[in-house]
């Protein structure tokens, strides 16, 4: 069975302007999506910019979500690391918090080999009984998971139940759709590409668009998923300029702005995040409102 159906918002973590996590609004963060349809919650992800946490704090914001979404949808606790020995420890502690399930992104910098790779995963879900999705994301790690590592670790590991495919690379994942044949979940990690990796076999999306448009998101899943194809390509149409817009800086910049204008939350980063450009600013500012959302 799939971690999740639908749309997993890769959920930012709300700062005080000290640089505080805002707890509070963490937790309305949490009921405006379970109300919105949102279909799991994806938590200190790389747009929860977990990057800028200590430890303690990562782990904190882990046990806060998973106590305030109080078993009403999946929690996915990011849990990656460039050492192995941390993304072991982070992911023990996680599933100790209570996390559903664990986002493991690839060893960022070290530029780990395939052979690496499989290691370094198996040691990670050898750790934990929750499922494991694996994060493929190489313009930001400089690390891509080739398919024919990504399904040898799914039929050996257990516990290696999926990947969040963000390669931008359609024809990567079309082979890997190929050689798995079923025995991997694929997630869309990138939210201009939800319809095509669903005509793929894909399960659904991790999505930062999510943060502002989470009904839409799960519905875009949802009506290809009962067969409504037209209707969920209208939606992942719809959507394209404010997906662009969501990464008109590095992320999480242009998302933690578009939740500040929707009223969501506080859209402060933490450095070395610095606060979206003027330019950047209109920019989303008029997707939102070509959208409808502002």
């Given at each position: 069975m799939a971690i999740f159906t639908g749309s997993a918002v890769a959920i930012v973590t709300p700062f005080q302007e000290d640089g505080a996590v805002d707890y509070a609004q963490l937790k309305s963060l949490v009921e405006y999506h379970i109300s919105h349809k949102t279909d799991a919650i994806v938590i200190c992800g790389t747009t929860g910019e977990a990057s800028t946490m200590t430890e303690e704090e990562h782990l904190e914001v882990i046990r806060k979500c998973v106590e305030y979404v109080d078993k009403r949808i999946p929690v996915i606790a990011g849990t990656g690391s460039n050492c192995t020995q941390t993304a072991v420890k982070l992911s023990k502690e996680a599933q100790e918090a209570?996390?559903?399930?664990l986002l493991?992104?690839?060893p960022y910098y070290n530029k780990a080999t395939q052979n690496g790779l499989i290691k370094h995963y198996t040691m990670v879900a050898d750790a934990v009984d929750v499922p494991i999705i694996m994060y493929n994301v190489p313009s930001?790690?400089?690390?891509?998971?080739?398919?024919?590592?990504?399904?040898?670790?799914?039929?050996n590991v257990k516990n290696?139940?999926?990947?969040?495919?963000?390669?931008?690379n359609i024809s990567q994942v079309v082979k890997l759709a190929q050689m798995a044949d079923g025995c991997i979940d694929i997630y869309s990690g990138n939210d201009d590409q939800v319809v095509p990796l669903l005509s793929l076999g894909g399960k659904g999306v991790i999505s930062v668009t999510a943060n502002i448009i989470p009904e839409d998101t799960h519905d875009m899943v949802q009506k290809y998923l009962d067969g409504d194809v037209?209707?969920?390509?209208a939606l992942q149409l719809k959507a394209i300029e404010l997906c662009d817009a969501m990464f008109c800086e590095v992320n999480p910049?242009?998302?933690?702005?578009a939740v500040e204008l929707a009223g969501l939350c506080n859209g402060y980063v933490r450095m070395p995040m610095t606060e979206a450009e003027p330019a950047s600013v209109e920019k989303i500012k008029k997707a939102m409102q070509d959208y409808g959302i502002i």
């Open positions: 209570g996390a559903d399930a493991v992104v690839t930001r790690t400089g690390c891509n998971i080739q398919p024919a590592t990504a399904v040898e670790l799914a039929r290696i139940v999926a990947i969040k495919e963000a390669s931008g037209a209707g969920s390509l910049i242009p998302v933690k702005k």
